[in-house]
């Protein structure tokens, strides 16, 4: 079953930079839109940010400026960035990807990374 797979978070010092990476470990067919969410401990997941195929970019209000995503459609790889970290940014990220088969294909499977922790903190 393919998998996204993220790479980067840890732990990150108030005012630092942030990088995340995701990738499909296999083919996922054509995809709509790739993404990152975050979650808290007894909150719901949230939007960070999505990219749409074409570039188009969707961001929470309350963290436009501070993050950014980025999307490279021949890798199928995508990242967000941050240099101006705060504590309250602390939570797992998780990488989510929305796909359909094929061209011919109607339907669209969401799929989601295991999630890497992000810890903002001196």
């Known amino acids: 079953q393919v998998q996204l797979v993220e790479s980067g978070g840890g732990l990150v010092q108030p005012g630092g930079s942030l990088r995340l990476s995701c990738v499909p470990s296999g083919s996922i067919g054509i995809i709509w839109e790739m993404g990152w969410y975050r979650q808290t401990p007894g909150n719901e997941r949230e939007l960070v940010a999505v990219?749409?195929?074409?570039?188009?970019?969707v961001y929470q209000d309350s963290l436009k400026g501070r993050f950014t995503i980025s999307r490279d459609d021949m890798k199928n790889t995508v990242e967000l960035r941050s240099n101006n970290l705060i504590p309250e940014d602390t939570a797992v990220y998780y990488c989510?990807?929305?796909?359909?088969?094929?061209?011919?294909?109607?339907?669209?499977?969401?799929?989601w990374g295991q999630g890497t922790q992000v810890t903002v903190s001196s």
């Open positions: 990219v749409f195929s074409g570039g188009n970019t």
């Open positions: 989510k990807a929305r796909a359909r088969e094929n061209a011919r294909s109607t339907s669209y499977i969401d799929y």
